[in-house]
């Protein structure tokens, strides 16, 4: 059985001969570029400059050499990002930063910084419809983007691997956020209510676009496209149900069927925390895959999700507790939670191992290698 094969039959709720495994496929599997250099050294492997999958979350690009000794199933041929082909970093003092395709800016420090934090929000000041006006929006259908994406996709067909197409930006209602700040973004679903639909409806057109051409350009390829929306924090929802039913779900759904108009494909949706009680919605708008299933977010019990959600949709994460366990824990410890997940999320089918959101840098390779010989050893049906 070849790694496509192998994810397919998860995808499909049926027991291949193990238990898939995921390691950069997407920017919410990934490993940062200090754990990735440490695992590559801990593997013995030649040193290579080390490329950037993602610079805000400073997530490198997995190599193949690495991809084939760790056995992973899925391949990510994302399309360039405009933070890469267009990057213009800026020194400002103690920290780097530049500004995005959106406007938004990012700083990160020069000395013990590991990430990009938004430090501008182009929108901030725009409190009516009228007020957008001045602002250009970036175009979804850049030819830049699309330069390889074919090419990428077909190889990793043909090699039998999975293929995994990412998306253009953060979420329908990320980017709102995003745009006007956080303080806006919450304030505006109730005083400025005609401004967050606008916004949102949008980001939905230029997703629709950009969905549509990089579909025409590999969807005969692709076997999962992702999005993401973050609607949950660690203890609760980041906004109630039934705001998301009214402002966000109609959304989601129109982006995902739209999606599943265009080639046959799986949607794989990330949402951090404690998301829960609207994992009902999610399933009802389109979404087949769940990541990161955060274990220490309230509410988020893999066995009793696996119960009540098992059926509907597949767990893509799930492997290892990066907040609790991973980073901090001892590699027995490592094994003893990679062991309980399995235990858990693994009958039936219906999963693709992962960390439970990126590897993060103070992760030890031991514990890196300690998570992956469980899977190996543990994951077999």
Not at 159 to 167: D, M
């Amino acid at each position: 059985m070849n790694s496509r094969e192998r994810v397919i039959m998860a995808l499909n709720h049926q027991e291949p001969d193990h238990i898939p495994f995921d390691l950069g496929g997407t920017v919410a599997t990934g490993i940062h570029k200090n754990a990735y250099r440490n695992l590559r050294n801990q593997l013995g492997l030649k040193e290579v400059q080390i490329r950037t999958e993602d610079i805000i979350q400073q997530l490198a690009t997995v190599d193949e050499d690495v991809m084939e000794l760790l056995q992973a199933d899925c391949r990510n041929v994302a399309p360039r990002s405009s933070a890469i082909y267009n990057l213009e970093l800026r020194d400002e003092g103690e920290y780097s930063a530049y500004t995005d395709e959106w406007g938004i800016g990012w700083r990160m420090p020069k000395t013990g910084g590991f990430y990009y934090d938004m430090s501008d929000h182009p929108l901030a000041q725009a409190h009516s419809l009228e007020s957008t006006a001045h602002y250009k929006w970036p175009d979804p259908v850049d030819p830049q983007r699309f330069d390889g994406l074919r090419e990428r996709a077909r190889r990793a067909h043909q090699e039998g691997k999975v293929v995994i197409l990412g998306g253009l930006c953060a979420g329908v209602t990320e980017m709102h956020s995003w745009l006007r700040g956080y303080l806006n973004y919450y304030t505006d679903f109730y005083m400025h209510q005609d401004l967050s639909e606008y916004l949102m409806d949008k980001v939905v057109e230029l997703k629709m676009a950009y969905w549509e051409r990089a579909l025409q350009e590999a969807g005969e390829y692709v076997d999962v496209v992702t999005e993401a929306d973050d609607v949950a924090g660690q203890d609760r929802l980041l906004v109630s149900p039934e705001m998301y039913r009214k402002l966000i779900k109609p959304r989601h759904t129109k982006l995902f069927n739209y999606i599943k108009e265009l080639a046959q494909v799986k949607v794989f949706f990330h949402s951090c925390g404690a998301v829960r009680p609207l994992i009902g919605d999610l399933i009802e708008a389109g979404v087949d895959i769940l990541n990161p299933v955060q274990k220490s977010a309230q509410g988020m019990d893999f066995l009793e999700l696996k119960k009540e959600f098992g059926k509907d949709l597949v767990f893509w994460g799930g492997g290892v507790d990066t907040q609790r366990v991973y980073g901090s824990g001892t590699p027995e410890e490592v094994r003893e939670d990679v062991r309980q997940n399995i235990e858990a999320l693994a009958p039936g089918g219906g999963f693709v191992f992962g960390t439970i959101h990126n590897t993060q840098p103070n992760v030890p390779p031991q514990n890196i290698l300690a998570m992956w010989e469980t899977w190996r050893d543990f994951g077999r049906y």
